[in-house]
C-alpha cells in the first residue's frame, strides 16, 4: 500500500474543523482547499493551501488571533504577505510541522474567476468547497473540470480547416455535409454526412491517445459485439494543423448517464457481453496506463487522499469498501485488453438497447476488474445483479475481480465527485457513491 502523506491525519482534521469555524464568524462568507490536498496528490512537504472570502480581510490580517482558534492551539504565524489588491496570504505553521497557507480574499476576488493566472493554475488544479453558504465560492469551484486549454487552435466554427484537411487527403468525402457535434477533454468532433464523423485532437497528449485508436481499435472492434468509433480512415498532418486525425463511423444514440438508472438494467447483459468479449489477452506492445487497469496498490495513496476530502466519505465506509478491494487476491492473469472507462457518459443507448461503446482514449491492457466498476457506476442494485450474472454466465468475473471491480468504483467515484464544473461526472460520481455506501464489504 502506498503510504499517506506524514501529516494525513493532521489535515483531515482540520479540514472537518474549518465548516463550523467558518459558520461562528459572520465576516467568513466562504473557505475552500486547493492545491495539491484538494487534487490528491499531496506529498510528505506538501502544505495545506486554504482561501478564506471574507469583507474583513484587512482587519484579520491586522490581527492574526483568530489562527490559533482555527488551526488549534499552537499554530504559529510566519508571515503576513499582500497579493495585489484583494488578497492577503498569511503562512502558518503546526506543532508537528504541518504548513497552513490561509490565503484572506475580498468577495471581489472571487468574484474574477479567478483574479489571475497563478491562482487559476492552482485553483485549476484542485478545488475543494469547504463552506460556501450564499454561493460565494462558485465561480472559482466551476474552474474545476474544465477541459485544458487547447495546444492548437480548433474551435467549433473551424469547419473550414475540416474541409481543407477532407478535400487534401479524402477528396471522396469533401463535399459531404458538415456540422460541429462535440467538443470534448481531448478533441472536437464534427459530424460527416448521416454515418460518419471527424475527430481532431486538441492537444498532443490527445494525438498520443488517437494514434492508439488508428492502431489498435480496427482490431478489437470485431470482437466486440456493440458499435465501437474504430477509425475508418487515418489523417495526417496538414494545412497548418500538426496532428493525427480519423474519420470514424458515427454511432447513435444519446449517453446513457442521460436516463434514469432502473431504465439502464434493460441492457445490462449488452454491456456485460461488449466487456467480456473485449477482455481477451492482449499482445505484448499494447498501450499501458498509469491509472487504469494497474495493481490496486499503485492508486492506494491518491485515493485514500480524497477519501479524506470533506463530502467524499464521510462516514468512512468507502475506505473499507478501499480497504477490502486492496486484501482481495490480485490480478493473475495475462495483460487483458480494457477500455479504461466505460462510464454512462462513454456507454450511448436507443430503445432500451446499448448502441455504443465509446472513447477508447484511455485504452489499455492489464486487469479487467478496472472496467468492471461500470457496475456501481452505472447500475443500480438490481441491475448490477444482473450485470454480475451475465459475466458469471460468461467466466468473465469471479469474487476477488468483483472485490477489486467495487474498489475501482470507489477510486473513480472519489475523483468524478470532485468535478462540480462536470454534471455528468459529478452526476456519476454521486450515484456511484450512493450505491457503494448501501453495499458493505
Known sequence: MSPLPRHAGAVAALLARVPG???AHDDVLGVGLCGSWAAARARDDSDVDLVLVTDARAARAADTAWVADLLGAGAAVGRVQAWGPHLTEVRCALPGGLEVELGLADPAWAATDPVDAGTARVVGDGFVILHDPAGTLAALAGVVGRRPPADVAVAADDAGLVRRLLAAQHPDLADLPL????????????RLGDDLA?????????AALLRNELRWLPGLARLVRVPVPAPLRAGEPGEGYPYPWAVVPWVPGEPAWRTPPSARRAWTADLADALADLHVPAE????GNPVRAVPLARRDGTVRQRLLLPGVDPDGHLRALWADALAAPAWSGPRLWAHGDPHPANLLVAGGRLTGLVDFGDL?????ACDLATAWLTFDAA??????????ERGAADDATWRRARGWAVALAAAMVLRPADPALAAIGRHAVAELSAERA
Request: charged share 30%; proline share 7%.
Open 383 to 392: 441491475g448490477r445483479a444482473a450485470f454480475r450474472a451475465r459475466l458469471a
Open 284 to 287: 505484448a506492445a499494447a498501450p
Open 179 to 190: 456540422r460541429h457535434a462535440d467538443g470534448g477533454w481531448d478533441n472536437e468532433m464534427w
Open 364 to 368: 489499455t491492457a492489464g486487469d479487467p
Open 21 to 23: 469555524w467558518a459558520a
Open 198 to 206: 471527424v475527430r481532431l485532437p486538441r492537444r498532443e497528449a490527445a
